[in-house]
Structure formats: C-alpha cells, structure tokens
C-alpha cells in the first residue's frame, strides 16, 4: 500500500522567504505525484502534478515541484513566498486505483 | 458553474440525527469519493465510487452510507450522529481512477451538538 508523509506539520516564513516543502511517498510502482493548496476555508485546488517526463514541474502562483525517483520525493517550492500563500499544502500520490494524500503542511506566511 | 458541488455548506445537529450530504459534478467525470477532514486538517478518503459502483470503502462505521444515483452525484447518508463525526466533509469527482487529478466541493462542516 502506499503512503506519503510531509516532512514539517508547521512552517513558518516571512514574505520574500524562499520555500520548500518536503515529501515522500513510498510505493513500488509506477506513480503520479500532486500537490493541493487548501486556502482558509476553502477546498482543496490543484497546484501542479507530475505524471511523466520532465520531473521539474512548474505549477500555478510561481510554484514548482521535483521529482526524484531515487528519494521517493517530491519536493514543492517557491523562491519568494507571499503573504497570500498562507495555507494547508497537501502531496498525493496515486498508484493503481489509490489515491493517497499526504497529513499535510500549513503554511503561515508573516507580512 | 460550479464544478462539484456540495449541500449543505454547513450542518449543525444534534447527537443521534440521521443527516445526508447531497454531491453533484457536472464534469462529466466518472468516479466521485468522499472525503474527511478532521480539526488537524488530516484528509482521509471515507469511500469512492466509479461508474456508480462502490469501488474504496475504507474503515468507515457503517452508520455511514453513500448512495450514487448516477455517475454525476455520490450523496452520503449518515445514521445516528456521535461527536466524533464532526469534522468537513469533502466531496471530488476524477476522471478514472486513482491517476488523474481531482476536483474538489466546497466541503461541509458538520457540527454535532
């Protein structure tokens, strides 16, 4: 079965701080990988994902994610975060019919 | 318009109470799942269905009972309320199972008094 864990439960940044959002999954085959932003309140939307090919995937609002197969990883970054980037960030891994999501990382970005 | 969505957007009851959560997409996408959110924010799937059929169906109490009329809505029964369900309630809708990206409600918060 798979799983996904996310490194840090609680960042916290102040605007222009570069960011980065550690995850790892573990499963045998192949996956694809995705990262949500839950803002306050609110559901839970699509950053980016990464199914094949260039394992640098560049998503919406500036952010980015790497893929690196040897670490089972995954990690989410930002070089300059916003006040308006504070929210819950979570990875999901799919394999086969299963769609995992990570315990997710909150966010809180100081102005 | 509003891909998923769910109703109520908020629901207060008291313990005991049978309630449903009503989900419908207009994506015409084929697999919906139900999903529960707790106070930490830790997301677990609670069911998913594809084609109207009951295809994950976690550890879930069986007070709890989701019902697909058809492939655009995935509503969610649940019998005699216990504190411990109150958390957000979200329902999402994909396209095949488990590799494609999914689209998610609004959520529903259930409080139970």
């Known amino acids: 079965a798979q799983s996904v864990s996310q490194h840090n439960h609680h960042v916290i940044l102040s605007e222009a701080a570069s960011l980065e959002l550690g995850c790892n999954y573990s499963?045998?085959?192949?996956?694809?990988l995705f990262w949500y932003v839950q803002y306050p309140g609110q559901h839970l939307q699509l950053l980016l994902k990464?199914?094949?090919?260039?394992?640098l995937v560049k998503g919406i609002k500036g952010f980015e994610a790497e893929f690196i197969k040897s670490k089972f990883s995954f990690n989410l970054r930002k070089p300059s975060v916003q006040w308006s980037d504070t929210a819950e960030y979570f990875c999901?891994?799919?394999?086969?019919?299963?769609?995992?999501f990570g315990p997710g990382t909150r966010l809180s970005v100081l102005p | 318009d509003t891909a998923v969505s769910q109703t109520p957007k908020y629901l207060v009851t008291q313990m005991g109470n049978d309630k449903s959560i009503k989900c419908e997409q207009n994506?015409?996408?084929?697999?919906m799942y139900w999903y529960k959110q707790d106070s930490k924010k830790f997301l677990k799937i609670m069911f998913s269905?594809?084609?109207?059929?009951?295809?994950i169906n976690e550890t879930v109490p069986n007070r709890f009972s989701p019902k697909s009329p058809d492939k655009a809505h995935l509503n969610l029964h649940i019998n005699s309320l216990e504190l411990g369900d109150s958390a957000v309630y979200f329902c999402?809708?994909?396209?095949?199972?488990?590799?494609?990206?999914?689209?998610f409600g609004d959520g529903t918060r259930l409080s139970i008094l």
């Open positions: 499963y045998g085959g192949t996956v694809n």
């Open positions: 269905y594809n084609n109207k059929e009951l295809i």
């Open positions: 994506l015409g996408h084929d697999t």
């Open positions: 990464y199914f094949s090919g260039d394992p």
């Open positions: 999402a809708s994909s396209q095949g199972l488990g590799n494609q990206p999914q689209h």
């Open positions: 999901a891994v799919t394999g086969g019919q299963n769609f995992v």
